[in-house]
């Protein structure tokens, strides 16, 4: 038996974001492009097992594309693998579970495993020169998915009579469920153990497309997968390691413009008995880069300026605003996604910058402010607070802060309707 036979290789895959569109764009075609990247890389790989740790999807209501898409990678990917070659998925938050997991059991019978339920079980043991790999899926942790899991527990009794105390304290926080999942789990019983889970583990560097849906009351802490030789994860869009057994394989292609330079991929792994996980970082070409470009009107308009078809985000520094400034520039940039104006920005900075850090407008610890007697939010202004919230509700919808011209439009409707109500 050679070395090699006692080396388990696996992919580590995480959000897809398959369907999604940034700005109105659609993105099938780079995410297809991608998608092709990584059946012809695990190919030449030969790998035991691919995993993607959740976000498979943009929406937890997919379209029809994204599915078809997805159909057709697990079907190319399966035929790059070897023979015995598996493949697992969990879903993340920004999934259906129920959706990811159609047809599970068929999809198994031809080694791929779709896991939508939190398991006592691994979900595979991987078989290699008389050691077990044993695979355990963890999905996104909602409360739903928790309450279930402790149900399943109690009617297996394997939860004592009288707990439903401690069950309620530990539901509360993302940290407490998991690690109440963890704690029922039994690694020990393989000689080596890898764990596929979709979670935010405290001390992660956060890319400018992760923030609008990361808060730091879902945070766990590393220390909760000791017991564990590999962690894939997924949730966050930066590669990056937690600890040299623990890692994020971010997304593999950019997903907004602040991901403008950072290395995107997947990652490959070697396990070994005895050994610590090898990690190898594989690098994915995108199909259209993501540019930010600050320049003056007049340059980029030049004929001398750049013209690609990558996508590009816009700053212009004219002291003064350009009008129809992205229907003009459009006509040399065809892939041109936003165009912002220092100009607006500057002229309005004094608010944008009481409302721009959406914590430092925040109650502390959650309390609920009340109203003064002028019926103003007591320590901050009616306006403010409302300018807030549209911060907030902006960022959940596009994935990314609102642009300075969408909050100086949404002021002004706002200050039309005061007037209004005055």
């Not at 999905?139 to 009288?162: C, D, I, M, N, W």
């Not at 407490?176 to 999942?181: A, D, F, K, L, N």
């Not at 600050?294 to 003064?320: C, G, H, K, P, Q």
Request: aromatic letters at 8%.
């Amino acid at each position: 038996m050679s070395h090699s036979d006692k080396i388990f290789k696996i992919a580590h895959i995480s959000d897809l974001h398959l369907g999604k569109s940034l700005r109105s764009q659609d993105l099938a075609q780079d995410q297809s492009a991608v998608l092709e990247q990584i059946v012809e890389k695990i190919r030449a790989l030969k790998l035991d097992l691919v995993v993607i740790a959740g976000d498979v999807f943009d929406r937890s209501i997919p379209s029809e594309s994204a599915q078809t898409m997805f159909g057709w990678f697990m079907a190319e990917l399966k035929r790059a693998l070897p023979q015995n070659g598996r493949i697992l998925v969990i879903p993340g938050n920004h999934d259906s579970p129920k959706r990811i997991a159609f047809a599970a059991e068929l999809f198994e019978s031809v080694g791929i495993h779709l896991v939508s339920e939190i398991l006592l079980s691994p979900t595979l043991v991987l078989e290699k020169g008389g050691k077990r790999a044993a695979v355990w899926a963890l999905p996104f942790v909602t409360h739903g998915t928790y309450s279930e899991f402790k149900r399943r527990l109690a009617e297996e009794g394997q939860v004592e009579a009288g707990c439903t105390e401690t069950i309620s304290e530990t539901i509360s926080s993302m940290a407490g469920r998991m690690e109440s999942i963890i704690a029922n789990l039994r690694p020990s019983e393989y000689d080596l153990n890898i764990l596929v889970a979709h979670c935010y583990v405290r001390g992660a560097v956060l890319s400018e497309s992760d923030i609008a849906f990361i808060g730091g009351t879902e945070a766990v802490p590393v220390s909760l997968f000791e017991a564990f030789d590999y962690v894939a994860l997924g949730h966050l869009h930066k590669m990056q390691a937690l600890s040299p057994k623990v890692w994020y394989s971010g997304a593999p292609m950019p997903m907004s413009f602040g991901d403008e330079g950072i290395e995107k991929g997947f990652l490959y792994v070697e396990l070994e008995d005895g050994e610590p996980a090898r990690i190898e970082r594989v690098e994915l070409k995108p199909l259209h880069v993501f540019k930010r470009v600050r320049a003056s009107f007049a340059e980029l308009m030049a004929d001398s300026a750049f013209i690609d078809d990558d996508y590009i985000e816009v700053l212009l520094t004219d002291e003064e605003p350009v009008y129809d400034a992205f229907n003009r520039l459009a006509l040399r940039f065809p892939n041109l996604m936003y165009v912002r104006q220092e100009a607006f920005e500057k002229r309005m900075g004094t608010e944008v910058e009481k409302v721009g850090d959406i914590a430092t407008l925040m109650p502390p610890n959650g309390e609920t402010s009340s109203l003064d007697d002028t019926g103003n939010l007591a320590g901050k202004s009616l306006h403010t607070t409302v300018l807030n919230d549209f911060i907030s509700f902006t960022q959940r919808i596009l994935d990314e802060p609102p642009s300075q011209e969408l909050l100086k439009a949404f002021e002004v409707l706002l200050r039309n309707a005061e007037e209004e109500l005055s």
